[in-house]
């Protein structure tokens, strides 16, 4: 896990290096709350470049920190994420409260 | 013995949360034999994970026991079953459900049979409560045209 702290927008980059399963959940959630909660941001963004394979448990992380970060008032949106981890995405339902952004749009 | 299978393997390991990348990998390179698309390939690895890691949240509740995988390959068709030792499934009917799960202090989000189902072409659950539970998985591999070609070029070639 890699994270990137725009100062400027107030905006959260989690940036995910690793297959996501239930084994590997447990060690990126604990790093992603740890920077939220110490960032405050107002938005955070996944940035899944670098990531081949995502099962349901990333499901439940993605839907864990969105609520976190909506209790802080903020939003989250993901980015970069492949044919293969949309798929997953696309069929879970949550693409309507954590929405896929064109990196170029991403404030 | 003569299998009536063109191949079959079966692997068992300990219900240990870093095997579920192992079983996904393995079961996709055997499955590679089917010369399947990336993303059909993933589907498989999509599948098996999820069905490894009930074994271990719900069958063992993170407990150790054994796993066990069997796959078989006939025709353009893979058949994975993926079995545990563990507490069972109460009720087949809402476990399969969508967004239906025991574990959501966990934050699971119970999807996993939606995307077994949505991912594979068929999938059957067998459970008996403090016996075990069995989850078996059908895919077929569509046959690529390009495939077909590269034969035909080989065998113009050669």
């Known amino acids: ?107 | 013995m003569k299998s009536k299978y063109d191949n079959e393997m079966e692997l068992e390991f300990l219900s240990k949360s870093n095997n579920e990348a192992f079983a996904r990998i393995t079961v996709a390179a055997f499955a590679a034999q089917l010369d399947p698309t990336i993303e059909e390939l993933a589907d498989i690895k999509t599948a098996v994970s999820e069905a490894v890691t009930n074994c271990i949240i719900h069958g063992y509740e993170n407990t150790e026991g054994l796993i066990k995988i069997k796959a078989t390959l006939l025709k353009n068709e893979i058949e994975i079953e993926i079995s545990d030792s563990g507490k069972g499934i109460e009720d087949i009917e809402l476990a399969r459900k969508p967004l239906y799960t025991t574990k959501g202090n966990l934050e699971r989000s119970g999807m996993g049979f939606t995307i077994m189902e949505s991912f594979m072409d068929e999938v059957t659950i067998n459970s008996v409560v403090d016996i075990g539970t069995k989850v078996t998985m059908k895919k077929r591999i569509k046959k690529q045209e390009n495939a077909e070609e590269n034969e035909e070029k080989n065998a113009l070639i050669n």
């Open chain 1, 1 to 107: 896990m890699n994270s990137k702290f725009d100062k400027k927008d107030n905006v959260l980059y989690l940036e995910i290096t690793e297959e996501i399963d239930h084994h590997t959940t447990e060690k990126i959630r604990r790093v992603m709350d740890n920077e939220i909660t110490r960032f405050m941001p107002r938005k955070i963004v996944f940035d899944f470049s670098n990531v081949s394979f995502m099962d349901s448990a990333g499901i439940g992380l993605l839907i864990g920190r969105y609520k976190l970060i909506k209790l802080l008032g903020g939003t989250a949106e993901i980015i970069n994420a492949n044919k293969i981890i949309s798929k997953v995405l696309e069929m879970s339902g949550i693409l309507k409260i954590i929405p896929i952004q064109n990196e170029e749009n991403v404030s």
